[in-house]
Nanobody, 116 residues
Framework: QVQLVESGGGLVQPGGSLRLSCAAS????????MGWYRQAPGKQRDLVAT???????NYADSVKGRFTISRDNAKNTVYLQMNNLKPEDTAIYYC??????????WGQGTQVTVSS
C-alpha cells in the first residue's frame, strides 16, 4: 500500500520560513517526478514545484527565488524549503509522486498559514 506522509506545515509570520517533507513508502516501482501543489480556500489546486529523478526542477512564477525543492532518492523523500513566506502562500500543500509507470499518488495535505 502506497503512503505519502507529509510534515512541516504550520503557522508562520510573514517573512518567515518553513520546510515541508514528504516521505513515500510502499512503492515498488521507481519514482519519476516528485512535487508539491497547493490549494487555497475557494481556489483550484495549483503547481508549486516539481523535481525529476535526475534533479530537473520547475517552479511556479509566484515562488521562484523564495522556495527550493529537493529530493533524496534513497529515502523516496521530497522537501520544500519555503523562505520569505507571504500571506498569499497560505494554503493546504499536497505532495505528489509520479512513478515511471505513469501512476500518480497524492498525500493527505499539510496546512501552511502565513499570518501576523
Amino acid at each position: 500500500q502506497v503512503q505519502l506522509v507529509e510534515s512541516g506545515g504550520g503557522l508562520v509570520q510573514p517573512g518567515g520560513s518553513l520546510r515541508l517533507s514528504c516521505a513515500a513508502s510502499g512503492i515498488i516501482f521507481t519514482i519519476d517526478t516528485m512535487g508539491w501543489y497547493r490549494q487555497a480556500p475557494g481556489k483550484q489546486r495549483d503547481l508549486v514545484a516539481t523535481i525529476t529523478r535526475i534533479g530537473n526542477t520547475n517552479y511556479a512564477d509566484s515562488v521562484k527565488g523564495r522556495f527550493t525543492i529537493s529530493r533524496d532518492n534513497a529515502k523516496n523523500t521530497v522537501y520544500l524549503q519555503m523562505n520569505n513566506l507571504k500571506p498569499e502562500d497560505t494554503a493546504i500543500y499536497y505532495c505528489n509522486v509520479i512513478l515511471v509507470s505513469a501512476v500518480g499518488y497524492w498525500g493527505q495535505g499539510t496546512q501552511v498559514t502565513v499570518s501576523s
